[in-house]
């Protein structure tokens, strides 16, 4: 009688071995498999990721946020073009708003990376950012760490800014950078958009257009009453770009160069991996916690206690001690 | 030696026992003191919510949403002014985006609420959507919960909709309604933040403005398409308002009573209860969960672990095993 070989294969599957392996070969069916059990949350992607771990940290992270229209996915594209003059593999991870009406993510102007489908030195995957309630960051970061694991030297991640995604964003990244365009009015909006503390690097981002200028200096200005946090010591610089003709991008790809240099001389790099490790692990104990407290017999016991629950006979917080104890 | 009377209370504070008590009386001062301990997370804030629990359930809750500029605080003031003048008390939330720069939320159109900075029959409180990752939904439901027990008949949540926030909007309301404008573009826009599936009610306000009739068609079109989910049976009117001039309140008031009679007829009311208080029940079953597994003892295994943790020994997710075990 054979006996199965790989803890979770299912019959008539790939076995989760081989996928793993062919993801670590750069495969992208393997890569895009792997990626799909992890957004639908299959079983068997925590043991994939477990699998693929040991050849994580490799990559360099870069996330990019901004308002939409703000030119994110041409900076992205410039970017990827200068990676791979240099020779460097890219996997980029565009976050997109969801309608479940389309039942996918509406794919904005992903079409100005049609340039790279023939690449094989460049793995784009759109990602839905609704659906599954606070789970982006964490997906995000497995797709990451696929990219990561697959051998991509460079990871991209785009986003629009505004919400909860780009500070999902910042956390995964090494180097965020916030691109800005003078029509966001004026750096009071980025303000309350809340992307002044996340930036790396700014870019302010069409910058024929006319109030280029006056965005960078209120931004300078802002930027000086940010408190020193995380950053010990680094001052975000200020980049103006006209990304549709490839003006100033060099400039930021030395500038993002020069924050990777920063990070590891003062041993910053290793301090966000570990504190991205440290939230992994947290999050993965909660998962498991709630997977062995939740059996049948408490599911039963909450559905009895509903009623009551209900007509106010018992509180929310007074039932869940009652379960928990 | 005197023994003290109340759990959770401490030194030189009000007896929490008291401050519920004055919650209930729909005192002030109480009422924004609960929040405040609800929001910055303080131990005792569970005890009052506990506490405050049996008198929850009686308000109708009014989500509102829509992108910035829509007119949503306008809009709010023109159904509060309604409210009041039926005899209804009336708390509002309003959920804006923070930045860790000035310490708090940025108040965009709060002035226009001034005019019920007297009204005793008016509480108005803006909550930071930053900050706490995933927490929103939690404090907003609480927060929610108690002007709720403080006796306010209607609750309405005001927030931008672009990103999670509208989502946690939608579940803690009974009718959740989108504004949008006749420059929103078009309602492939409205499509896009998501907003098209979490409406009972739509708004197109500066409806004097050109393009309003295009975009209420556009949006008919596409209701066409939304299939049919929890609403069961209900279809998202499209009302016309121009708020600033109070046109077109009355009829969406109407509106919203007709949504909540649907709601009624149907058992829905409960059943939404019901949800959030499923939901409530896990997540603090989540919380003890957590709190009891992070004893001392554990966080020092995770803090030795940590070097393997790093040098790719051991993954995140068979480290989370290992404590677990």
């Known amino acids: 009688m054979p006996k199965p070989k ?5 019959k008539g599957m790939t076995p989760i071995a081989d996928l793993v392996e062919n993801v670590k070969q750069g495969q992208i069916q393997a890569i895009a498999r792997a990626m799909s059990l992890v957004e639908n949350e299959a079983p068997v992607a925590r043991d994939i990721m477990d699998r693929l771990y040991t050849r994580t940290g490799r990559a360099y992270r870069i996330g990019i946020t901004g308002p939409p229209g703000a030119g994110k996915s041409t900076l992205t594209a410039q970017l990827t073009r200068r990676f791979r003059q240099q020779g460097k593999t890219v996997g980029i991870v565009a976050v997109d708003p969801t309608s479940p009406f389309t039942g996918g993510a509406v794919l904005g102007d992903r079409i100005r990376m049609a340039e790279f489908a023939t690449d094989p030195g460049v793995f784009i995957r759109s990602m839905a950012s609704r659906g599954s309630m606070g789970g982006l960051a964490r997906r995000t970061q497995e797709v990451a760490d696929i990219l990561d694991a697959a ?19 910042a956390e995964a990244a090494d180097t965020t950078i916030v691109v800005l365009v003078p029509e966001s009015g004026d750096a009071i909006q980025a303000m309350k958009a809340g992307l002044m503390e996340i930036a790396d690097i700014f870019v302010v981002n069409k910058a024929d257009r006319e109030g280029a200028d006056r965005i960078k200096m209120e931004l300078e200005l802002m930027l000086q009453l940010r408190p020193d946090g995380e950053g010990k010591g680094w001052k ?3 980049y103006l770009t006209v990304a549709s ?9 030395t500038e993002i160069e020069r924050h990777y240099q920063f990070l590891h001389k003062n041993g910053l790099l290793e301090a966000r991996r570990r504190k991205r490790l440290i939230h992994k692990v947290q999050e993965m104990v909660t998962e498991r916690l709630k997977e062995k407290f939740w059996t049948r017999d408490r599911r039963q016991k909450l559905e009895k206690r509903l009623p009551d629950l209900i007509e106010n006979k018992i509180s929310p917080y007074a039932l869940a001690d009652e379960l928990v104890e």
Do not use: S
């Open 245 to 253: 003709r490839g003006e100033g991008v060099d400039a930021l790809l």
């Open 236 to 238: 975000p610089p200020i």
């Open 6 to 10: 790989e803890k979770g294969v299912r």
């Open 151 to 169: 051998g991509k030297d460079v990871i991209i991640f785009e986003t629009v800014g505004v919400g909860q995604t780009e500070l999902d964003i």
